[in-house]
């Protein structure tokens, strides 16, 4: 029987646990490595809605993108996702910034989602040379507000706010996340706009005033990306064992 080992090493196979950053805490959060494995649960987060569907299926893990413990815990209450993992005896890979940083992984799926081509590195990471940023070609010229409109249509966004560069756009750099502050080394490298999940006021009005639309689509959009196609390797990979997106995942931010 395929176990949570299993997955765990496959996954690490890719996006190593090694390349996480320093600040990072990926890896197996809960449960053990032994544990037999015939569901598996995928979502971006890791909530208490996400771990009360995983007990109903049942899953035995949930394989997550943001880490289910990232602070330290001085506590574990009820009610709290490490606690019903705990509870359930589900368990709990999540594999955050070695994700972004891999091959296959955040960014070169939210490049896949726009469309880009002839990517490159904007920022690499370290010594690793993994790329924290990357850049790539549109199929044609957009407008900004255009571009602004096509983002948004292609991650499905409820709603995204951006910086008008005023120039049209054929080259994009991008960051899944929080990644607003590689908009100045994408300006340098060319870029006439720069997609990621969250800006700052100053980081928009410095945007605008180097000409690059700066569109931010949300933390959720532009980190979901990666959740299908993970799932699809996962499943390739392992037959046996049955994998779902959890219906209880959800950007938390409304829009009015």
């Known amino acids: 029987m395929t176990t949570v080992g299993d997955i765990y090493r496959f996954i690490d196979g890719f996006a190593p646990f ?3 950053m320093d600040f990072d805490n990926s890896g197996l959060l809960a449960g053990e490595r032994e544990t037999g494995v015939q569901t ?3 979502s971006l987060d890791i909530t208490p809605d996400v771990v009360k569907e995983a007990a109903r299926l049942p899953a035995q893990l949930i394989v997550s993108h943001h880490p289910v413990i990232f602070h330290p815990l001085r506590s574990l ?19 955050h910034t070695n994700l972004d940083l891999a091959p296959g ?6 490049a896949a989602r726009l469309g880009l ?10 010594g690793t040379g993994l790329a924290e940023a990357v850049a790539g070609e549109t199929d044609r010229a957009y407008a900004p507000r255009e571009f602004a409109e096509f983002v948004k249509r292609a991650l499905g966004c409820d709603g995204l706010f951006y910086a008008d560069g005023g120039r049209p756009v054929t080259r994009v750099g991008l960051c899944g996340g929080s990644g607003s502050n590689y908009v100045y080394e994408a300006a340098e490298q060319g870029c006439q706009a720069f997609v990621t999940g969250e800006a ?3 980081e928009l009005t410095d945007a605008e005033n180097l000409g690059v639309t700066l569109v931010a689509a949300g933390h959720y959009y532009t980190e979901d990306v990666v959740i299908r196609p993970l799932l699809e390797r996962l499943k390739k990979a392992f037959p046996g064992v049955a994998f779902r997106r959890a219906e ?3 950007c938390p931010a409304k829009y009015l």
């Open 105 to 110: 992984g955040v960014n070169s799926c939210l």
């Open 77 to 95: 209450r009820p009610g709290t996702a490490p606690y019903l993992l705990a509870r359930c005896g589900i368990a709990a890979v999540c594999a």
């Open 200 to 202: 700052k006021h100053h």
């Open 248 to 250: 209880a995942s959800h």
């Open 40 to 42: 598996v649960l995928l």
């Open 117 to 126: 081509h002839g990517l490159r590195a904007v920022h690499t990471c370290g």
């Open 18 to 20: 090694r390349t996480a």
